[in-house]
């Protein structure tokens, strides 16, 4: 999955000389975190996190604060070294910079502007769409040999029960002769396709059911 597909395209903005106390009322008028700073030709040159306006926040209520703290230009304030994205980055790709640099949010930018915008929240739900576990749905995890064909062979026990995947993933196993297969399978019963597996040599870590896994 690719970003464009993912990321927000109406993105809120405001300019350099917009000031401190405007990003906190749009903060907070639009329910967001997170505000990139774009100049006339909407090129993104800043972005500004609630994290920063609190710091204005509480440096104006210290004595020693000036009176025009909050009419401050952004320009002051933002950050202006940015990770940026692109709408044909892969998802799993934009996931890893987020874990990397330790960010909440990813500008996308493409021919120089500023097209989306992409956050935590964003990737969790891309997450939780990609795995099927919005759907009912039973997860099994199998432990099978690290050689080709594998996946293969588990599919076609559950095809024979005519059961639909909702998602497939690969995890790697402390032995790295296995490989541990993930799958969410759209039925509530899976006691049935336990047995198969089992009687096909396969190890089903999950479910681990009494009387049906060893």
């Given amino acids: 999955m690719i970003v464009e597909r ?18 906190l009322q ?64 892969f998802v799993e790709e934009v996931a890893a910079l987020f874990y990397e640099y330790k960010i909440s949010c990813l500008p996308i930018v493409s021919d120089s502007k500023l097209v989306g915008i992409v956050t935590e929240s964003d990737l969790l739900y891309t997450f939780i769409q990609l795995t099927g576990a919005n759907q009912p749905a039973s997860q099994f995890e199998v432990k099978v040999e690290n050689i080709s064909g594998k996946l293969a062979e588990v599919t076609s026990i559950l095809r024979k029960r005519k059961l639909n995947i909702l998602s497939v993933l690969v995890y790697p196993h402390e032995d790295e002769q296995y490989k541990i297969l993930v ?32």
């Fill in 183 to 214: 799958l969410r399978v759209h039925t509530m019963n899976p006691t049935g396709v336990i047995k198969d597996l089992h009687e096909e040599g396969y190890d089903v870590l999950w479910p681990n059911l009494p009387g049906v896994t060893s």
């Fill in 26 to 89: 749009l903060m907070e008028k639009k329910s967001i975190r997170h505000i990139p700073i774009v100049n006339a030709k909407q090129q993104l040159v800043g972005i500004i996190s609630d994290r920063d306006v609190r710091d204005v926040l509480h440096s104006s209520l210290s004595e020693h604060a000036g009176k025009d703290d909050l009419n401050q230009p952004l320009s002051k304030v933002m950050k202006t070294n940015i990770l940026t994205g692109h709408p044909l980055d």
């Fill in 6 to 23: 993912i990321m927000k395209k109406d993105v809120f903005t405001l300019l350099p000389t917009d000031t401190v106390e405007q990003a």
